[in-house]
């Protein structure tokens, strides 16, 4: 068989280069190494709420989502919300447990490998204390009415796990106890108090079946209660194994799901992996300094009528707050997979800002391909100074070099990203890329050439193109997939001397990122 080299290069200069022309050279050597790469990115990713997965789309999407990008854990809301049919009471209040549709769900998840991370939330109606509900669909945000039942509930739907999958299998799920709680009213009516009563019973009953599973929280919206949660859980001798929390790249608000509030991408350059670095230095200086951190939620922002998730400058948005997180934590859990996403209701339009890697139609976005590519690289990590890259090696002797530009071309406060990111962006040039590897196997390659970036695996500007359609016909949807499939822009062959060198410079724009694959003949 051929020996396949794969050199992964994503390039994004970093981020404080300027708009104008400026040099830069990535210098990488297959024999020094820095250990094993942290996979954090790829540990977990986000869906909407547990009934769209039992849509035939959703499923075709994640199977092609964890082919290419192989995820490992996905997490969702609304387990608990009615429209899974859980949990209702007979005429004399004794609790009815129904388990079908969380099955097919988990079948699914389980069949492509994939596990879940079990958010328990949304509260039954027959055990919620008030009627409040948030989304289009309805999931109920109240306290329940009993906490015994509550617990019961939790206990009775762990044993059901042990029974259908196994002690061993359930032991590496992680179960998180609700969402979001802090933002009240919205997910949560009840104080912080209550979530901490919440919590404890949620946790004794998970921990009843097992004490091996694995149970943490608090979901938090902003990276808040995260010292207030390990001191509760401390002094009360409540299980907690883990912290989790949420943080998006937007200053203002927590929650609009249908964008009117208007947001505004933070030109903070620390964004994101500000908050998580903290959340990990909060954990060290606590009570218990060793607890595992996932960020369980994460984006450029929290509306899923944002166009900035549509835009190509998310490719090189995430790859650059990923590459800042370092090993601050153990999962950075991107919300989410698809735009099959109903938070707030079916959407009307093929392109609408939503969250999703995928779009309705599993048209892949430009961030879709940051995951892909991220994907191809090997299981060491090479030594690399250079800030906005990664380089790695895998067993097989191949070698990828991930590099790109993250430019934030946003205006300002006084222009809302949906105003800015529905327009047709131009990147300009930002000078070139030298990119030096050494110690490969001397012979010829072929130099496939991958790219992501203005009107290159750009979906949105191809719909820019069709005027904005408010429905895609079948022929547009397979023009705009088959264009933007990532698949090579070029290919051409190489030869390294037996000094085992490459060097080559290539021109960058704003927020590119490319990929260079060296294959050995």
């Not at 032991?171 to 919440?198: A, C, D, H, I, R």
């Not at 609408?352 to 599993?362: A, D, E, I, P, S």
Request: net charge neutral; glycine share 6%; with cysteine.
């Amino acid at each position: 068989m051929k020996k396949l080299l794969i050199i992964t290069a994503v390039l994004i200069t970093s981020i404080n280069l300027s708009a104008q022309n400026e040099n830069r050279t990535i210098k990488v050597d297959f024999n020094k190494t820095t250990g094993k790469l942290n996979t954090m990115f790829k540990e977990c990713i986000g869906a909407g709420r547990a009934n769209e997965g039992l849509r035939a789309d959703w499923q075709q999407q994640l199977a092609l989502v964890k082919k290419e990008c192989d995820f490992k854990y996905i997490r969702f809301h609304g387990l608990l919300s009615d429209d899974m049919a859980v949990y209702r009471e007979d005429s004399k209040g004794n609790p009815e447990y129904n388990y079908q549709y969380v099955d097919v769900l988990f079948d699914y998840i389980l069949s492509l490998k994939m596990k879940p991370f079990v958010e328990l939330g949304f509260m039954p109606s027959a055990l919620a204390s008030g009627k409040e509900t948030i989304f289009w669909w309805k999931g109920n945000v109240t306290p329940p009415k009993d906490y015994k039942k509550w617990e019961d509930l939790i206990k009775n739907l762990a044993a059901h796990f042990k029974e259908r999958y196994g002690d061993e299998e359930v032991k590496t799920w992680y179960f998180e106890v609700w969402n979001e709680p802090n933002l009240s009213p919205g997910f949560w009516t009840g104080t912080q108090e209550e979530y901490f009563k919440l919590y404890d019973y949620a946790a004794r009953g998970i921990k009843a079946v097992n004490p091996a599973y694995r149970v943490g929280g608090p979901a938090t919206a902003g990276a808040a209660w995260v010292p207030e949660t390990i001191d509760f859980c401390a002094k009360n001798n409540v299980p907690l194994d883990f912290i989790s929390t949420h943080t998006y790249g937007v200053n203002q608000g927590y929650l609009d799901e249908f964008g009117t509030s208007g947001t505004v991408l933070s030109p903070d350059q620390n964004s994101i992996s500000g908050d998580v670095i903290n959340s990990r230095k909060q954990i060290s200086n606590s009570a218990k300094p060793k607890l595992e951190l996932h960020y369980t939620e994460w984006s450029s922002s929290y509306t899923p009528a944002d166009p900035i998730h549509d835009s190509y400058h998310s490719a090189a948005y995430i790859l650059q707050k990923l590459k800042q997180v370092g090993d601050a934590a153990n999962s950075m859990s991107y919300w989410v997979f698809t735009d099959i996403f109903e938070e707030a209701g079916p959407r009307f339009t093929p392109f609408h800002g939503g969250f999703g890697l995928l779009n309705t139609q599993g048209i892949k976005k430009p961030a879709y391909f940051s995951y892909s590519l991220m994907n191809k690289l090997g299981e060491t990590e090479l030594q690399n100074k250079d800030t906005s890259s990664w380089a790695a090696k895998n067993t097989k002797g191949d070698v990828q070099v991930l590099f790109w530009d993250f430019t934030n071309t946003h205006p300002g406060d006084k222009v809302w990203n949906q105003t800015y990111y529905v327009q047709d962006l131009p990147s300009k040039e930002k000078g070139k890329v030298k990119i030096e590897v050494s110690g490969l196997q001397k012979g010829n390659y072929v130099l496939e050439i991958y790219k992501v970036g203005y009107k290159v695996n750009d979906a949105y500007a191809d719909y820019l193109s069709f005027n904005k359609p408010n429905q895609l016909t079948r022929q547009q949807v397979n023009s705009i997939k088959e264009k933007n499939s990532g698949a090579p822009i070029s290919k051409e062959k190489i030869t390294v001397d037996a000094k085992g060198n490459f060097s080559k410079d290539y021109k960058i724009n704003e927020n590119d990122v490319v990929m260079l694959n060296f294959v050995k003949q």
